[in-house]
């Protein structure tokens, strides 16, 4: 049984720092394209950030680009994300995400196969 679990999240103040960890098993995930996904309360789910499988090339959303990075470790099967620099508009449910497809990181979260179930992520001003 494939499952992604994510750890890190947690309550940090306007400006602080925060990792993200997405643990996988039940398969390999170092081919394909893997992402970290946000939701806010009210709001739909939306691309933060992804990671190619070869490369690996990364992607961002522009409200993360400069302060969050993306990055995996396939010989533990994790994808990880720092983010620093952090605003209350952060606050939401992060979500890591797999595909199966070999090509792609796309920004859309109905292209990804396997999902977290989330980590929340609070940041007070």
């Known amino acids: 049984q494939v499952q992604l679990v994510e750890s890190g999240g947690g309550l940090v103040q306007a400006g602080g720092s925060l990792r993200l960890s997405c643990a996988a098993s039940?398969?390999?995930?170092?081919?394909?394209?893997m992402g970290w996904f946000r939701q806010a309360p009210g709001k739909e789910r939306e691309f933060a950030a992804g990671i190619s499988g070869l490369g690996p090339s990364t992607y961002y959303a522009d409200s993360v680009k400069g302060r969050f990075t993306i990055s995996r470790d396939n010989a533990k099967n994790t994808l990880y994300l720092q983010m620093n620099s952090l605003k209350p508009e952060d606050t939401a449910v992060y979500y890591c995400?797999?595909?199966?497809?070999?090509?792609?990181?796309?920004?859309?979260?109905?292209?990804?196969?396997?999902w977290g179930q989330g980590t929340q992520v609070t940041v007070s001003s």
């Open positions: 039940g398969r390999t995930f170092s081919s394909v394209g």
């Open positions: 995400a797999a595909r199966t497809r070999r090509v792609g990181v796309p920004r859309a979260a109905n292209e990804y196969d396997y």
